[in-house]
């Protein structure tokens, strides 16, 4: 019996794990959207050594759930003839990661030693950029939509704040806010980028493959689309800590002074009729 041996992902290269979770296009293409970036290593040995040795902690976590999601990914091809964007393997990690977190915390209860949840916000990888969002309920059930999107010093690049309307459902403005953020960001070139929200349940029905009928799940479908349209762009789930910055712009009331103190690296203004921030 003739076995072929020949990569079923990318079809150009004969499949092995080192192929597979690492030299594979399609991996390539993962590691370079992800915190860890991707540079050339000999062996599946060489690679992983490095990585037990000279990586932090955060980043050993988003390369061993990759590696399982890469895993993963390889089977649902060779079984069930399944594929996904590569974008999609970053998340289902990512998500996998915070849900197995909450999961351990949850158990351990709060005495315990916190686990490794970011406690401030992580800058990301060079020439990578995030966009942190949040959402502020009013009193009047409108939602103030706040995002500010940094690069890898910390800078701040662009930022907005939007009031809609709506009837005071955290959820859906989360979700709400998710979604004006993909638009806006589809408006700009900031490019790869990594969404971080503090609302674990838009991560994990981004993630989902189930389909629902809500006015919560169109509004995801549609973050969906967009996503899908986006390709350098992923998603992540971060604590309330590691997401002040969005919170605090989310509840600034369009009182610009409010925000200089949270913005210290740059000049912040607001133009009289748009809501966009501007950093000079
Ligand atoms: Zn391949």
């Not at 390369?63 to 091809?77: A, D, G, K, P, T």
């Not at 393997?89 to 949840?117: D, H, Q």
């Amino acid at each position: 019996m003739i076995v072929d041996d020949t990569c079923s992902i990318c079809a150009k290269d004969t499949e092995t794990a080192f192929h597979v979770l690492y030299t594979c296009e399609f991996a390539q293409s993962v590691w370079l959207l992800s915190n860890v970036g991707w540079q050339i290593n000999s062996s599946l040995n060489e690679w992983l050594r490095g990585v037990i040795t000279s990586y932090p902690q955060s980043q050993q976590e988003e390369i061993f759930m990759l590696i399982w999601s890469l895993w993963l990914y390889r089977n649902e091809v060779v079984w069930e003839s399944r594929t996904h964007p590569y974008r999609f393997i970053l998340s289902r990690a990512r998500t996998a990661l915070t849900e197995w977190k909450t999961a351990k915390i949850s158990s351990v209860g709060l005495s315990s030693r916190p686990l490794s949840f970011p406690a401030c916000w992580e800058a990301p990888a060079p020439s990578h950029f995030k966009c942190n969002v949040d959402v502020a309920l009013l009193e009047n059930g409108y939602y103030r939509l706040g995002m500010i999107i940094r690069n890898s010093q910390g800078q701040n690049c662009a930022g907005k704040l939007m009031t809609v309307s709506g009837w005071g459902d955290p959820q859906v403005g989360e979700v709400l806010c998710f979604r004006e953020a993909l638009s806006w960001i589809k408006s700009l070139a900031f490019f790869p980028i990594c969404m971080e929200t503090d609302c674990q349940v838009v991560t994990q029905f981004l993630t989902s493959t189930h389909s629902f009928s809500s006015y919560f799940s169109m509004i995801i479908n549609d973050c969906k689309s967009l996503i899908q349209e986006l390709s350098l762009i992923s998603f992540a789930f971060v604590r309330k800590p590691a997401n002040q910055v969005a919170h605090t712009i989310a509840r600034a009331a369009n009182s610009i002074p409010a925000l200089i103190p949270i913005v210290k690296d740059k000049c912040i203004h607001q133009q009289s009729q748009s809501q966009d921030l501007h950093f000079i």
